[in-house]
């Protein structure tokens, strides 16, 4: 089955720039989102198709694609942005969608 | 304003059966794609299918097909995720979760709350 590849973890000092990735062979074909999940939370779109921000989100998250290989980026790192982020995509027919493993973003 | 409201908590032993719910209201219940979503203690988010309400179109995760029923009742805008026979690996929190409305393509946009289920002996 269609799996996508995230790193377990990321850390970054407040202020500091993160990038999260994730690997997948479908995500040249197939857009890329991304959620933000605190803990006891539902999760939360923060980026979608790719590289747009949905309307709330604040404007240090953006998102790009390259080959297979789609990136979170987190400009000007808080603390509240600690939490875990996972991408989701759809396999090449589009019929299954499927989360990365989610990464854990610790802020030192 | 859109909202996905979830069933509440449940605890049940191994072999019952569940069915939990998830009221959509606030958008078109019947022209958007519903989800359901898996994420057991500690661990990540899995998707498990989808369904659509007007037509009652559904897709299943290959880990889940056989495992659990998706359906919809456009009438009252709710969509249910069922089990048959519970098993203890069948403890989590799922998420009901709507695609389409906010943004295109293939993810979710809005999410319900979350029911956690606990199954155990």
């Known amino acids: 089955s269609y799996e996508l590849t995230q790193p377990p973890s990321v850390s970054v000092s407040p202020g500091q720039t993160a990038r999260i990735t994730c690997s997948g062979d479908?995500?040249?074909?197939?857009?890329g989102y991304w959620y933000q999940q605190k803990p006891g939370q539902a999760p939360v779109l923060v980026i979608y198709?790719?590289?747009e921000r949905p309307s709330g989100i604040p404007e240090r998250f953006s998102g790009s694609s390259s080959g297979t290989t789609v990136t979170l980026t987190i400009s000007g790192v808080q603390a509240e942005d600690e939490a875990d982020y996972y991408c989701?995509?759809?396999?090449?027919?589009?019929?299954?969608?499927?989360f990365g493993g989610g990464t854990k973003l610790t802020v030192l | 304003e859109v909202q996905l409201v979830q069933s509440g908590a449940e605890v049940k032993k191994p072999g019952e059966s569940l069915k939990i719910s998830c009221k959509g209201s606030?958008?078109?219940?019947?022209?958007?794609?519903i989800g359901w979503v898996r994420q057991m203690p500690g661990k990540g988010l899995e998707w498990m299918g989808i369904i659509y309400p007007d037509d009652s179109d559904t897709r299943y995760s290959p880990s889940f097909q056989g495992q659990v029923t998706i359906s919809a009742d456009k009438s009252i805008s709710a969509a249910y995720l069922q089990w048959s026979s519970l098993k203890a690996s069948d403890t989590a929190m799922y998420y009901c979760?709507?695609?389409?409305?906010?943004?295109?393509?293939?993810?979710?946009?809005?999410w319900g709350q979350g029911t956690l289920v606990t199954v155990s002996s």
């Open positions: 979760a709507t695609s389409g409305i906010a943004v295109t393509g293939p993810g979710f946009d809005y």
């Open positions: 989701q995509s759809a396999d090449s027919s589009g019929t299954y969608w499927v």
């Open positions: 479908a995500l040249p074909k197939q857009y």
């Open positions: 606030g958008y078109s219940f019947t022209n958007y794609w």
């Open positions: 198709k790719d590289s």
